[in-house]
């Protein structure tokens, strides 16, 4: 059984930092993709980063030169460090993961974790 378990969220005031972490366990992914979204209320799921098999990275373009991800294969995890932050990046975090799919769409991941507050102070 596949689990991917987030940690590391939390309240922190704007322009502070934050790093998340995912660690996946029942399934390796080091050839496959690992990746954050975020959901903040009243609006749909969205793309944050990711890192896929061979270390290229994507970003959604809110979050670059402020967010970085970096990837473990050999722990099967997976951390989302957050600088600069700002009231808008206040969501859930979720760390999702597939083992094949290159992509930036929620539903091309198979695996999900449970989530984790990020709340940025104004």
């Known amino acids: 059984q596949v689990q991917l378990v987030e940690s590391g969220g939390g309240l922190v005031q704007a322009g502070g930092s934050l790093r998340l972490s995912c660690a996946a366990s029942g399934r390796s992914f080091s050839l496959g993709t690992m990746g954050w979204f975020r959901q903040a209320p009243g609006k749909e799921r969205e793309f944050v980063a990711a890192k896929y098999w061979g270390g290229s990275v994507d970003y959604t373009d809110s979050v670059k030169g402020r967010f970085t991800i970096a990837r473990d294969n050999a722990k099967n995890t997976v951390d989302l460090q957050m600088n600069t932050l700002k009231p808008e990046d206040t969501a859930v975090y979720y760390c999702?993961?597939?083992?094949?799919?290159?992509?930036?769409?929620?539903?091309?991941?198979?695996?999900w974790g449970q989530g984790t507050q990020v709340t940025v102070s104004s």
């Open positions: 999702a993961a597939d083992l094949t799919r290159r992509s930036k769409r929620a539903n091309d991941y198979d695996y």
